[in-house]
């Protein structure tokens, strides 16, 4: 089962930040928190990862809060393109551990 | 493109036949996992090879089998079909340090 609880579904307008929450209140030690996405039909695609520290890249924002137990993905202008399932994942990283998918937030932005 | 090769892209048959799906994983990538994606239904980890030897199960049916071979591409036999097997099918492949690539999947129509 998915370590992870996430909203359903989510809106946005387009240009606007996304906000999307994760609770893992289970997390232990040595697990970190996965982002992926997966726009309609196509193959799920990696969109950050982080420990404990907040994480930045081309594509998000990743905010953990200081006693793990929770993460927000932050999109930083959300575009139609966005508009995707998201997934929150907790594993250990390195080694071949598989993912293990939850039932994700629906994010749809709206023009 | 991801680097995670998937064919064929589509599939129909009949219930009660046989097909194989097979996955070409990113290049140095040793570990190869299968999820089913039914419709509406989230991502369901099948099997996993790591290096040509079998790693992990899931919920992976009697009638399904897979193998990875020498040169890390890995396939997926799916026989005696049954209409519940309509799924997408994806494949994805890591290293083993941080994301998953996945492919862009494999659509099966049991008819």
């Known amino acids: 089962d998915a370590k992870t609880t996430q909203p359903p579904s989510m809106d946005c307008a387009e240009g606007r930040a996304a906000n999307l929450p994760c609770n893992h209140s289970?997390?232990?030690?040595?697990?970190?928190v996965y982002w992926y996405r997966q726009i309609h039909s196509q193959g799920p695609q990696y969109i950050i990862h982080?420990?404990?520290n907040n994480e930045t890249n081309e594509m998000a924002s990743l905010i953990i809060t200081e006693d793990r137990k929770s993460s927000t993905l932050i999109l930083p202008h959300a575009t139609l393109r966005d508009t995707a399932v998201y997934y929150c994942?907790?594993?250990?990283?390195?080694?071949?551990?598989?993912?293990?998918f939850g039932k994700g937030t629906k994010l749809t932005v709206n023009p | 493109d991801s680097g995670v090769t998937q064919t064929p892209k589509h599939l129909i048959t009949a219930t009660g036949q046989r097909v194989t799906l097979r996955c070409s994983p990113r290049?140095?990538?040793?570990?190869v996992y299968w999820y089913q994606q039914s419709l509406d239904q989230g991502l369901q980890f099948l099997i996993q090879?790591?290096?040509?030897?079998?790693?992990a199960k899931g919920n992976i049916l009697e009638r399904f089998s897979a193998q990875q071979f020498p040169d890390l591409h890995s396939e997926l036999n799916l026989s005696s079909l049954e209409l519940g097997d309509s799924a997408l099918y994806f494949c994805?492949?890591?290293?083993?340090?941080?994301?998953?690539?996945f492919g862009s999947g494999t659509r099966l129509t049991v008819v």
């Open positions: 994805a492949s890591t290293q083993g340090g941080g994301g998953y690539t």
């Open positions: 289970t997390i232990s030690g040595n697990e970190y």
């Open positions: 982080g420990l404990k």
């Open positions: 994942i907790v594993r250990i990283q390195g080694g071949s551990e598989k993912l293990v």
């Open positions: 290049s140095g990538d040793l570990s």
């Open positions: 090879y790591y290096n040509g030897e079998e790693r």
